[in-house]
């Protein structure tokens, strides 16, 4: 099991920059593919970006395209999301998650643990 402790959200203008943190504490990091999901007030939790057990193979949602990079720091245990160019659509509680799966996945239902999240807020 695996546990996991999101961080490095706020307040931000639009167009500035935030970058989330993940510490994941239990079973070796480097075992799990890992991703960010977020959830928008009223909507429905998305998938934002993953990033595969070795770190090489990354997956990311359209509506994120040059804007944010996951990547992962396996002696450190922390899995990141640097978020630039935040526009007031971004706001919403931001989730890190782990599965056992070698390669990464979109699909919430492949991971296994989750954090409990922590809020960013884009004000126009």
């Known amino acids: 099991q695996v546990q996991l402790v999101e961080s490095g959200g706020g307040l931000v203008q639009a167009g500035g920059s935030l970058r989330l943190s993940c510490a994941a504490s239990?079973?070796?990091?480097?075992?799990?593919?890992m991703a960010w999901f977020r959830q928008a007030p009223g909507k429905e939790r998305e998938f934002v970006e993953a990033i595969s057990r070795s770190g090489s193979t990354t997956y990311y949602a359209d509506s994120v395209k040059g804007r944010f990079t996951i990547s992962r720091d396996d002696a450190k245990n922390t899995l990141y999301l640097q978020m630039n160019s935040l526009k007031p659509d971004d706001t919403a509680v931001y989730y890190c998650?782990?599965?056992?799966?070698?390669?990464?996945?979109?699909?919430?239902?492949?991971?296994?643990?989750w954090g409990q999240g922590t809020q960013v807020t884009v004000s126009s």
């Open positions: 239990g079973r070796t990091f480097s075992r799990y593919a």
């Open positions: 998650a782990a599965s056992s799966l070698v390669t990464a996945s979109t699909a919430q239902a492949q991971y296994d643990y």
